[in-house]
């Protein structure tokens, strides 16, 4: 019964790939995020998504997209990945009306 | 843009003592809320304490509490009879009103001596 899961929580994979990692929460929160945790483990939010706005971080790269089937999920599309994508990502919800944000346990992506 | 500084990178406190970590804030939203969240090393964030702006009165859970001062743009997580559990990274989060992610400060490494 976790409340907001990603998958996988790792990842290796080639310069040039294009990859996605998948949340999913069963919270009934209607906002999403994603923010990367580099090596130094600075954190960073990348897309805030809502069902009706996508905020974008504009130093992320258009290789990242955020895509929603519904409103429980979130994934995040990577295109040609480079070395400095090598991060850990963790995707979030929070409930509307609150400022309390749900972590998932983060995604280590390696790019070799 | 918002900005938050952690400036202690790594503090280090004997178990059963008192800490306080430091953070600072700059922001001229008046609307906005504060936050400690802790990573172990599993990596999970967790949230350890949370206190909006409007509110004078410093938030408290259990061992936790903060030190709130809006005028000054200080937010400092005094963590008391410290335990080895507490051992982590800790970040100080800020977030105005609204839908908005959280902005992190670069975290400080607590370090619990037996």
């Known amino acids: 019964d976790t409340a907001v899961s990603q998958t996988p929580k790792y990842l290796v994979t080639q310069m040039g790939n294009d990859k996605s990692i998948k949340c999913e929460q069963n919270l009934g929160h209607d906002t999403m995020y994603w923010y990367k945790q580099d090596s130094k483990k600075f954190l960073k939010i990348m897309f805030s998504?809502?069902?009706?706005?996508?905020?974008i971080n504009e130093t992320v790269p258009n290789r990242f997209s955020p895509k929603s089937p519904d409103k429980a999920h979130l994934n995040l599309h990577i295109n040609s990945l480079e070395l400095g994508d090598s991060a850990v990502y963790f995707c979030?919800?929070?409930?509307?009306?609150?400022?309390?944000?749900?972590f998932g346990a983060g995604t280590r992506l390696s790019v070799l | 843009a918002q900005t938050v500084t952690q400036s202690q990178p790594e503090m280090s406190v004997q178990e059963a003592e008192t800490v306080t970590l430091s953070c600072t804030y700059d922001?001229?939203?008046?609307?906005?809320?504060l936050f400690w969240y802790k990573q172990p090393p599993s990596r999970q964030m967790i949230l350890v304490i949370r206190q909006e702006a409007y509110k004078q009165q410093n938030a408290t859970e259990n061992r936790f509490s903060v030190n709130f001062q809006k005028a000054a743009k200080s937010f400092s997580l005094k963590i008391s009879d410290s335990q080895l559990g507490d051992a982590a990274m800790y970040f100080c989060a800020y977030r105005r009103a609204g839908a908005d992610g959280l902005t992190f400060g670069k975290g400080t490494h607590l370090i619990i001596q037996p």
């Open positions: 922001t001229s939203e008046s609307d906005y809320y």
């Open positions: 998504y809502n069902n009706k706005e996508l905020i």
């Open positions: 979030a919800s929070s409930p509307p009306g609150q400022n309390i944000q749900y």
